[in-house]
């Protein structure tokens, strides 16, 4: 009887429990013996791995999120649908990690409720506060009709299926104000963030760098959640967003190349020092690879390249992000920093839960669209009026309703 | 008026006077790193060359520390000093990242960690008084008073000794001016000091950015409010029309022609 409750030991379910073990210790030791005790931090390196990483990193790699959201429901186009819930619920998770991340962070995580009456709107920290709290409560408003469609609650789902319009656009907003708030902070070091990465227009390039990479997590979510459970979703949704992240790229690349050069700081690039080389390893991978490969069709529109490619876009992204709060600094703050093996390890510890809080989802809730076993004959009508709203569209299986 | 302090680094002998006052004063202790500011060291004296140049937080008239704290625990007072309030800190770093001159230090071994740095010994100055350091220098390297006086002072040492100091009062406009002041016989970079401040307040550069966001949520919710009403309105039209035709084409195949309806109404007559 109870063997069926006792889960089939195998590796990976074996290095998910050794990382889980490891990050309730590093959990432990943070929380109690301090920052001294578990980070390679100092007066001179303050942010480190868990800022770069799980902050930065989490933001933007949540960035799928607020563009697929305003896209369905205020553009209303309505093919990016199926891709919806689990869109919805990977920003609801990547936000979690920030919440997590910030939690370790913080020297006293039990004050982190001091910006809500605490205020200084003069700080980039204090918007940050904000947002992180706001959005995280949008994000899971916009997630809980799949929870309460399981629960069979009918009334929650109804209230939040009428508020979901003003709940997108408030979302694109405070998802708008923090992507680029996060380059805002790095604003008042002019001094000491390296010429190659500081400019006024950060909190523009942040921007920009976040929502292409939230369009490749998209891709790169699909790809492997098609792999671990089976589900596959549609090649030419993907595809088209393979599209959307080419243009961004190439955006964000005349962008970079621009500001380089109106800076004069295009000759810092060969100067063969080590901010050189990672800038030339973020953008060459990163920005310059993906664009080369999503310009070739036969790559763009094939299952494998695309993810290649949001593999590279989302690589060099959570370089630039590591480039900008911690390569970046080193030079002027006058010593060195690699993570300690525990902010490793914590880090690894958020990464793995938030993986297992993935799949637990897609096994339990209808993240995924339902498989039809076969298309319905298409009515005349249908035919002549594809654009149409369906009436009764897939009844209460959307993140957010209509 | 803002309170202020010159320190004439040609006049300073490397005594340690200042440092060892600043940590009676604060009750420091003495079991971390004394090499460079900490915990432990609210003020350092270095030898940089043939000049000793002490290092402390430099009180800036528009600090970056205060203007980044979320919660407002830093704050500069109109008498001169930048303070920390310890009960709001939630321990999020950016003043100790923000800081031009890398001046804020944390407790990095204690569980429940505080900022630290130099307070201006605000106690004394409020009070009328001066702080710990002014009071222990005995070669005057240290003064204390008002910013203005002080930077007449200097502006005397530079104009009745050329030879002896250089045209250049570091804290003057650096960062858009500091209450700390000083002088010194070499170009200011030759003895550590940092070369590539920009002149203005350092807070201006976000506040450019954030005093942008109210007008950016109210015309982009508004703008975005328009466009969700104005598609989904054309969605809905779209819907009434397929349904009208749709009813229209069930109701055709019983009774089609639309001569046929007309005649109808002839035969009730």
Known sequence: MNRKWIPKITFWRLVFAAIMVMGLYVTYIRLFKGLGASTALSDKVPWGLWVGFDVLCGVGLAAGGFTITLIVHVFNIKKYKPILPSTVLSAFLGYLLVNAGLILDIGRPYRIWHPLIMWNPHSVMFEVAWCVMMYTTVLSLEFSPIIFERLKWKKPIKIVKTITIPLVIMGFILSTLHQSSLGTVFLIVPGRLHPLWYTPILPLMFFISAIATGFSMVIFESYLSRRAFNKRLELDILASIGRVVLVILAVYFVLKTKDLYNRGALKLLLDGSHESKMFMLEMGFGVVAPLALLSVRRIRESQGGLFVASVMVVMGFVMNRLNVSITGMMRSSGANYFPSWMEIGATMFLVAAGFALFAAAVKYLRVFPEEKPAAEPAETLELLVPQRRTPHNAGMAAPVGE | ?269
């Not at chain 2, 002072?153 to 000083?182: C, W």
């Not at chain 2, 950016?216 to 104005?230: D, K």
Request: charged share 25%.
């Open chain 2, 1 to 269: 008026m803002q309170k202020g302090m010159l320190i004439d680094t040609t006049m300073c002998i490397g005594c340690l006077s200042c440092e060892e006052a600043c940590r009676e004063k604060n009750n420091l202790p003495e079991d971390c790193d004394q090499t460079d500011l900490s915990e432990c060291k609210f003020t350092k004296v270095f030898q940089r060359g043939d000049y000793y140049v002490r290092k402390m937080c430099m009180h800036c008239i528009e600090p970056a520390c205060a203007s980044v704290c979320p919660v407002g625990a830093l704050k500069k007072l109109e008498e001169g000093p930048v303070v920390y309030d310890e009960n709001k800190c939630i321990g999020c770093r950016y003043c100790m990242q923000a800081c031009p001159f890398q001046v804020p230090t944390y407790e990095w071994s204690k569980a429940l960690p505080r900022v630290r740095k130099c307070w201006f010994c605000y106690d004394r100055v409020l009070a009328g008084g001066m702080p710990a350091c002014a009071e222990a220098c005995p070669t005057g390297a240290t003064t204390f008073g008002e910013r203005g006086a002080l930077l007449l002072e200097a502006r005397k040492r530079i104009a009745d000794t050329p030879g002896q100091y250089q045209a250049h009062i570091f804290g003057e406009h650096e960062v858009g001016g500091t209450s700390m002041l000083f002088l010194a016989a070499v170009p200011f970079e030759q003895i550590g000091f940092k070369s590539n401040l920009i002149q203005k307040p350092l807070p201006l550069l976000t506040w450019s950015v954030l005093s942008k966001i109210p007008d950016f949520v109210l015309v982009g919710g508004t703008l975005l409010g328009g466009v969700a009403w104005i598609i989904n309105r054309r969605m809905v039209l779209e819907d009434e029309r397929i349904n009208e035709a749709q009813k229209r084409a069930q109701e055709g195949t019983d009774d089609s022609s639309s001569l046929k309806r007309f005649l109808d109404r002839f035969k009730k007559n």
